[in-house]
C-alpha cells in the first residue's frame, strides 16, 4: 500500500460526458502529480501541483484540468470525453520539490472507460 | 516523440538466471534515471535510480548501468525470481533545467520469470 488513495478505481461513461478523479496524497506529501497511460503507451504525464500551485504542465489536453485544495487532495476533470480518453489513470505523491530522490508514490489508478 | 524507448516489450528468463531490461534515451538534457516496477492492478512502485555523474548504482539483487555517450541504461536483476515478473518502466527527468517534477516514462517491459 503506497498510502495514495484513488476513487473512483473503475468508471464507465459516454462520449461528450464529464468526470471527475479524486486522488488524496500520501500523508505530508505535498507534491500531486497525475499521468495517464493509454493502452500500449508508458506514462504519459499531465500535470504537477506542488502545496496548491501547478508547477509542470504535460501534454495535458485542454479538456482536462486539474486542482489541488488546501486539505491537498487533487481531481483530475475531464469533459467532452472522447473514446480516446479511455485509459488508466494515475495519481502519484512525493513529499516536495528539492532533494528528492525521484521516488513518486503511485496510487492503483482509475480506470476510465468512454463508451 | 518517444524520449524513452524501451523497445523489446517483453522478456523472459528462467528463475536463477540473469535479467538485463534495455532502455534508451534520446534528450540530451536527461541527467537522472530512475525504473520503476508493476504488478497488475497495482500502481507503479519505485526500484532504483541513477544520477548522470555515475555509470553504476546497486541495490541487493538490481543493479543499474548508465551509458551516457550511447544514451542507454540497463537494468540487472540476479539473480532473477518468480516475483520479478512484472512490467518495468524506465523514467527520465532533466533535473538540471529545474523540470525534476516531470517524469518521462517509457512503454515499459514485461519481465516473466520461469521456474
Known amino acids: 500500500d503506497s498510502g495514495v488513495t484513488q476513487t473512483p478505481k473503475h468508471l464507465i461513461t459516454a462520449t461528450g460526458q464529464r468526470v471527475t478523479l479524486r486522488c488524496s496524497p500520501r500523508?505530508?506529501?505535498?507534491?500531486v502529480y497525475w499521468y495517464q497511460q493509454s493502452l500500449d503507451q508508458g506514462l504519459q504525464f499531465l500535470i504537477h501541483y506542488y502545496n496548491g500551485e501547478e508547477r509542470a504542465k504535460g501534454n495535458i489536453l485542454e479538456r482536462f484540468s486539474a486542482q489541488q485544495f488546501p486539505d491537498l487532495h487533487s481531481e483530475l476533470n475531464l469533459s467532452s470525453l472522447e473514446l480516446g480518453d479511455s485509459a488508466l489513470y494515475f495519481c502519484?505523491?512525493?513529499?516536495?520539490?528539492?532533494?528528492?530522490?525521484?521516488?513518486?508514490?503511485f496510487g492503483e489508478g482509475s480506470r476510465l472507460t468512454v463508451l | 516523440d518517444q524520449q524513452v524507448k524501451q523497445n523489446s516489450p517483453s522478456l523472459s528468463v528462467q528463475e536463477g538466471r540473469i535479467s538485463i531490461l534495455n532502455c534508451d534515451y534520446t534528450?540530451?538534457?536527461?541527467?537522472?534515471f530512475l525504473w520503476y516496477k508493476k504488478y497488475p492492478a497495482e500502481g507503479p512502485t519505485f526500484l532504483i535510480s541513477?544520477?548522470?555523474?555515475?555509470d553504476k548504482n546497486e541495490d541487493g539483487r538490481f543493479t543499474v548501468f548508465l551509458n551516457k555517450s550511447a544514451k542507454h541504461l540497463s537494468l540487472h536483476i540476479v539473480p532473477s525470481q518468480p516475483g520479478d515478473s512484472a512490467v518495468y518502466f524506465c523514467a527520465a527527468s532533466a533535473r538540471r533545467t529545474g523540470a525534476n517534477s516531470k517524469l518521462t516514462f517509457g512503454k515499459g517491459i514485461t519481465l516473466s520469470v520461469r521456474p
Open positions: 534528450n540530451s538534457m536527461f541527467d537522472y
Open positions: 500523508s505530508g506529501d505535498l507534491s
Open positions: 502519484a505523491s512525493s513529499p516536495g520539490l528539492t532533494g528528492w530522490n525521484g521516488e513518486l508514490f
Open positions: 541513477i544520477s548522470s555523474i555515475k
